[in-house]
């Protein structure tokens, strides 16, 4: 079936350090990714996607590249800053007849320290 | 900037009450979606609706709960009977039409069971 696995939380970084979240993802056919963003108090927001392989999302100095080969979308930023603390999730979707279903991951919890 | 509402923000029921959740997405938008996320998972899809009908509800538990968009504008989410298992955040998102759209969230339900 289809899945989204992510590395555990949390994840606890110093302010201005590099981040790493692995995403991979199980599915049949030609899904779209995204990741999501869930800062305290709020819903989810749409931080990047790609629509198909090789193809790189980028915003707010994240980034991430669909690699099909490894089945994966792990999402980068180069200098994290307080700021970024939330929950990251990562998602897959189109796989479901074109409906737009998204089927996500559990969840990463990343705590930036200044 | 158009926003998802939904109301109400927290819910606290007993065991065995009924509880309904409402969700008004952006104008335009299609396509709704109701959401249940478990603390510590990602957000798992219960119905989605375009326009009036329900074109995804193989997660919703059928015999406890019943989701409509009459108009094909707002729509209601009702649990009854509520059980202790059903503590969780309610998220309701919209999107437009088109496969592959960002899905856009309103800030959720959080109902707590006891």
């Known amino acids: 079936g289809n899945s989204v696995t992510q590395m555990e939380g949390p994840v606890t970084l110093s302010e201005e350090a590099f981040l790493t979240i692995n995403c991979t993802y199980t599915a049949t056919g030609y899904p779209s990714l995204f990741w999501y963003v869930q800062y305290p108090g709020e819903g989810l927001q749409l931080l990047l996607k790609?629509?198909?392989?090789?193809d790189k999302g980028s915003n707010k100095g994240f980034e991430a590249t669909y690699r099909k080969e490894t089945t994966s979308f792990h999402l980068e930023k180069g200098s994290v800053q307080v700021s970024d603390s939330a929950v990251y999730f990562c998602?897959?979707?189109?796989?479901?007849?074109?409906?737009?279903?998204?089927?996500f991951g559990a969840g990463t919890r990343l705590a930036v320290h200044p | 900037e158009a926003e998802v509402a939904q109301s109400p923000r927290y819910k606290i029921t007993e065991k065995s009450q009924a509880v309904a959740f409402w969700c008004d997405p952006i104008s335009g938008h299609a396509t709704l979606y109701w959401y249940r996320q478990i603390l510590g998972q990602g957000p798992e899809l219960l119905v989605q609706?375009?326009?009036?009908?329900?074109?995804?509800d193989s997660q919703l538990p059928k015999d406890r709960f019943s989701a409509e968009r009459l108009k094909g504008v707002d729509s209601t989410l009702k649990i009854q009977p509520a059980e202790l298992g059903d503590s969780a955040m309610y998220l309701c998102?919209?999107?437009?039409?088109?496969?592959?759209?960002?899905?856009?969230f309103g800030p959720g339900t959080r109902l707590t069971v006891t």
């Open positions: 790609a629509t198909k392989a090789d």
């Open positions: 998602a897959l979707g189109g796989v479901s007849g074109g409906y737009n279903k998204l089927i």
């Open positions: 609706f375009q326009d009036e009908s329900v074109v995804d």
């Open positions: 998102a919209s999107s437009p039409r088109q496969v592959d759209d960002e899905q856009y």
